[in-house]
């Protein structure tokens, strides 16, 4: 059994008419898919402040170490701005020992 299996291309016009069927069915369906069903809506027990669930125990944990590391960050800024600002101190009174501050002009 041979079989001559031959394909057609469609055309524009075909394509625009399949198009407009499946949006005049679309729309026809649209109410009969939207009608009031007598289901009643379940309502769950809300959880009690005294057992929080898991998930809102996972986001006070992920909250926590977030600060945490927010105070870290901030330390660290700190302790980085305070030793500048000693060092930079140093150069400026000379305390140290060393070569010296230059003014540029030539003796």
């Known amino acids: ?12 016009r075909k394509a ?3 198009m407009g069927l499946a949006a005049a069915f679309g729309l026809a369906a649209a109410p009969t898919v939207l009608t009031v069903s007598d289901a009643e809506a379940q309502t769950a027990a809300a ?10 125990e996972r986001r006070a944990a992920r909250h926590e170490r977030r600060q945490e590391r ?3 960050r901030t330390e660290r800024r ?4 305070t030793g500048r600002h ?15 501050t230059t003014t ?3 003796k």
């Not at 059994?1 to 524009?12: F, G, L, P, V």
């Open 70 to 72: 927010r105070m870290a």
């Open 16 to 18: 625009l008419s399949l």
């Open 47 to 56: 959880p009690t402040a005294a057992a929080p669930t898991a998930g809102m």
């Open 78 to 81: 700190q302790a980085r701005r």
């Open 104 to 106: 540029g002009a030539a």
């Open 1 to 12: 059994m041979s079989a001559i299996i031959k394909s057609e291309t469609i055309s524009r």
């Open 86 to 100: 000693e060092r930079r101190e140093v150069r400026r009174t000379g305390t140290t020992t060393g070569t010296g």
